[in-house]
């Protein structure tokens, strides 16, 4: 049944193409949800390729639409999830989901999280809609996308620049110029770097707070005592650092504190059971869990923090004001080594890069030493973690021009 009606609050859809790993649907959920808590008549809706996307809880006013997935192997390349379907096929089917989605519920702001023309261009039919019928359309940039020699190939590729300056009405970039300007490396002639500098908004990182605790959510034993918290976000690409400090606890037993390691849910199950392997092994020391959906629990709780990088948790761990070594992944992307070395260089965290060796002894001495670090808290940087509260307001500034509009939707 469909009713004609007229909106009294924001519809606001985000969409994330999520093809590899956690990143993009957990800070899409952190926007939704903040949101919808800025105006209780506000509604969003994620478009998200990520296949655990319904692992997560979202608030009340938040709607999901999964689009069939693709996965990225190691040398970068792309094909779906479902091997025996020709990655074109998913592509054109990923396109017509995104165009029934918004056609359905009729947003009044579009919010595309990092890829301004979506995976493989399959965003350009919804921006090209959108556009006409008068939707504002923003791009969101995490802080950092990767080094220029990486970047400015792929985006020439993708002829990216190009649709961010016809489509995008503003582009926000969720951090701060002083860490990292993702933009700045790009070749632009003079008038359209001005045009797209006058679009520009950097918003500060996303506060991350706790969740509505889940019912009967259970913790591991470990979390109720003082502990090292390691994530390897969605683990695809984390083994190196869980073994990295296996091999540390196995070559000094006497680590202070022990460590409880949450492997992700894209972790291969060979690999997590040679870690489970090793880690039983060590008597308590470390223990293990595969996932955790609601992981600032742990990470509030924690003692300190061994992870990746990547952009989720770097704001998770300024927001619980945690003690933090940041382990960078270096390939496909350079992106978490420029983040782990800009926030090192503030006094934020500390990193160990794997290029300068992955003795055991080195990780052990960074576990030793991490209880005694700075919290990033006594750093003291305007506006770092006031990205929710900027993209608030840009909601309520950009998105207020379309409310009241005659609709015609399937769902209010």
């Known amino acids: 049944m469909r009713v004609d009606e007229a909106s009294i609050g924001p519809r606001v859809l985000i969409y994330s193409h999520d093809t590899f790993g956690l990143g993009h649907l957990r800070r899409s959920r952190a926007i939704a949800n903040a949101i919808v808590a800025c105006d209780g008549r506000a509604k969003a809706m994620i478009v998200s390729g990520s296949p655990v996307i319904d692992r997560f809880a979202f608030a009340p006013g938040v709607r999901t639409v999964r689009l069939p997935p693709v996965t990225k192997s190691a040398d970068g390349?792309?094909?779906s999830l479902d091997a025996a379907v020709p990655l074109a096929r998913t592509v054109a089917l990923r396109s017509e989901v995104i165009a029934r989605s918004c056609e359905t519920f009729d947003p009044d702001m579009i919010i595309v999280d990092k890829e301004p023309a979506g995976f493989h261009g399959e965003l350009l039919p919804t921006l090209a809609w959108a556009a006409?019928?008068?939707?504002?359309?923003?791009?969101?940039l995490r802080d950092v996308l990767d080094e220029a020699d990486r970047l400015v190939p792929e985006w020439e590729r993708k002829g990216a620049v190009e649709t961010m300056a016809r489509f995008y009405d503003e582009i926000w970039v969720y951090g701060l110029s002083r860490i990292h300007e993702p933009l700045a490396a790009l070749p632009m002639d003079p008038a359209l770097t001005a045009r797209i500098a006058a679009r520009l908004i950097f918003t500060g990182y996303l506060r991350r707070d706790l969740p509505e605790r889940r019912p009967g959510r259970e913790e591991p034993a470990m979390a109720s005592g003082p502990f090292i918290l390691v994530t390897a976000?969605?683990?695809?690409?984390?083994?190196?650092?869980?073994?990295?400090?296996?091999?540390?606890?196995?070559a000094d037993p006497g680590i202070p504190l022990p460590a409880l390691v949450a492997f992700g849910p894209f972790l291969d199950a060979a690999t997590r059971d040679g870690f489970d392997a090793r880690i039983r092994a060590l008597s308590g020391k470390i223990a293990a869990i595969t996932f955790d959906s609601e992981i600032e629990f742990l990470m509030r709780k924690a003692a300190g923090v061994v992870a990746m990088g990547g952009y989720n948790t770097f704001c998770e761990i300024l927001s619980f004001d945690r003690r933090a070594i940041l382990v960078p992944r270096t390939e496909p992307r350079r992106e978490q080594a420029i983040r782990a070395l800009a926030a090192e260089r503030l006094g934020l965290v500390r990193v160990l890069m794997e290029a300068e060796g992955r003795a055991p002894d080195r990780m052990a001495a960074a576990l030793r030493a991490l209880p005694d670090q700075t919290e990033p808290s006594r750093v003291l940087i305007p506006g770092l973690l006031g990205g929710l509260d900027a993209v608030a307001r840009r909601v309520r500034a950009l998105a207020g021009s379309g409310i009241g509009r005659p609709r015609v939707r399937a769902y209010s």
């Open 132 to 140: 006409a019928r008068g939707i504002r359309l923003v791009l969101g």
């Open 77 to 79: 390349e792309y094909s």
């Open 233 to 250: 976000g969605g683990g695809g690409d984390g083994a190196s650092l869980i073994d990295w400090v296996i091999a540390a606890y196995e």
